[in-house]
C-alpha cells in the first residue's frame, strides 16, 4: 500500500501561483509514476500532469502546459505541482495518484493508477 497526502491547496487571485506537494509513505515510493488530477464542480474528475518513474519523463495536459511544472523528489518521497498564471478555471479539487510507468495514452486516465490521496482544494478568484 502507498498512502499519499496533498497539501498546498488555497485561494488565489487569478495570476497568481501555488504549489501543491504530495507526500507518499508505506510502500516503497520507487517504480511508481506519479500524477495529478483535479476535479472541477460538476465535472469528471480530469488529468493534469504526471512523472514517469524511469525516466523522469513528464506529460501535461493542454490546458496546464507552459504554466505547470511537476517534479518529484524520490529521496524525500514527494511529488511537487507547481502552477503559475492561475487561471479561474483551474479551480478544483487536485488529487494526487500513483500507478505503473506507461505512455501518455495511459497515464492520462484515472484507471491507471492504484493508489489515491483525498485531495485539497484549490480556489483561483477573479
Known amino acids: 500500500q502507498v498512502q499519499l497526502v496533498e497539501s498546498g491547496g488555497g485561494l488565489v487571485q487569478a495570476g497568481g501561483s501555488l504549489r501543491l506537494s504530495c507526500a507518499a509513505s508505506g510502500r516503497t515510493f520507487g517504480g511508481y509514476t506519479m500524477g495529478w488530477f483535479r476535479r472541477a464542480p460538476g465535472k469528471e474528475r480530469e488529468f493534469v500532469a504526471a512523472?514517469?518513474?524511469?525516466?523522469?519523463?513528464?506529460f501535461y495536459a493542454d490546458s496546464v502546459t507552459g504554466r505547470f511544472t511537476i517534479s518529484r523528489d524520490n529521496a524525500n518521497t514527494t511529488v511537487y505541482l507547481q502552477m503559475n498564471s492561475l487561471k479561474p478555471e483551474d479551480t478544483a479539487v487536485y488529487y494526487c495518484?500513483?500507478?505503473?510507468?506507461?505512455?501518455?495514452?495511459?497515464?492520462?486516465?484515472?484507471?491507471?493508477?492504484?493508489?489515491w490521496g483525498q485531495g485539497t482544494q484549490v480556489t483561483v478568484s477573479s
Open positions: 512523472i514517469t518513474w524511469s525516466f523522469g519523463n513528464t
Open positions: 495518484a500513483a500507478g505503473p510507468d506507461g505512455s501518455r495514452f495511459y497515464l492520462t486516465r484515472t484507471s491507471r493508477y492504484n493508489y
